[in-house]
């Protein structure tokens, strides 16, 4: 599975921004999906997943603000950050892999074998 991130940039408090994942490879149907960020000298955590039956979750930071989805096919995960806080900044990370639940992929990370090169967020005051 490959992962292609898209849509960063730098934007105000209070705007939105639309990143996108291009997933490609073999797609199965228990292929769990997701985005992460990482802090500077911070470990990656878990901000939006979604699972196989299209269940998905949040952290709790950005519950409210930002939506995550895919389209039928799998082959493009979607992540729409409103409300953006100049805590948002970090880079963001799509993952995937085999899972059964969303919430586990949430608070797993460091299990995670297929991972995108990153997009950086960057939220001005």
């Known amino acids: 599975v490959q992962l292609v991130e898209s849509g960063g940039g730098s934007v105000q408090s209070g705007g939105s921004l639309t990143l996108s994942c291009e997933v490609s490879?073999?797609?199965?149907?228990?292929?769990?999906m997701g985005w992460f960020r990482q802090f500077p000298g911070q470990e990656r955590e878990g901000v939006a997943t979604?699972?196989?039956?299209?269940?998905?979750s949040y952290a709790e930071s950005v519950q409210g603000r930002f939506t995550i989805s895919q389209t039928n096919s799998k082959n493009t995960l979607t992540l729409q950050m409103n409300s953006l806080k100049p805590e948002d900044t970090a880079m963001y990370f799509c993952?995937?892999?085999?899972?059964?639940?969303?919430?586990?992929?949430?608070?797993?990370?460091?299990?995670?074998?297929?991972w995108g090169q990153g997009t950086q967020v960057t939220v001005s005051s």
């Open positions: 979604i699972d196989g039956y299209g269940g998905t």
């Open positions: 993952a995937a892999d085999a899972c059964v639940e969303s919430r586990w992929f949430l608070v797993n990370p460091s299990r995670l074998e297929y």
């Open positions: 490879g073999y797609i199965y149907s228990t292929l769990c």
